[in-house]
């Protein structure tokens, strides 16, 4: 099992940049893929970007392709989300997730979640 904290959200002006960060503890992070998700008030959760177990593999939704970037160090057990160029439409509440099996867009895969932190953009 594997704990996911993630921290460093904010309130920052359109065109702004933050950057996110996802500590877990527990054994074998290497052995999960990961990946961020985020959720906006009244919307669904939606899949942002996800990375493979030895950070070689990334993928992004087509809303936050390049202006993020995601990141991993599995020696310190921490994934990163990178996010330059922010619009308002980026204000959610922001999630990291692990997964075991495979590399997914859905949130359903994902076997652990952290508790997420706020990102708020204004325009």
Do not use: H
Request: hydrophobic share 35%.
């Amino acid at each position: 099992q594997v704990q996911l904290v993630e921290s460093g959200g904010g309130l920052v002006q359109a065109g702004g940049s933050l950057r996110l960060s996802c500590a877990a503890s527990g054994p074998s992070f290497r052995r999960y893929i990961m990946a961020w998700f985020r959720q906006a008030p009244g919307k669904e959760r939606e899949f942002v970007a996800a990375i493979g177990w030895i950070g070689t593999g990334t993928s992004y939704s087509d809303s936050v392709k390049g202006r993020f970037t995601i990141s991993r160090d599995n020696a310190k057990n921490t994934l990163w989300l990178q996010m330059n160029s922010l619009k308002p439409e980026d204000t959610a509440v922001y999630y990291c997730a692990a997964n075991s099996l495979s590399e997914s867009r859905r949130s359903v895969p994902y076997e652990y979640w952290g508790r997420g932190t706020q990102v708020t953009v204004s325009s």
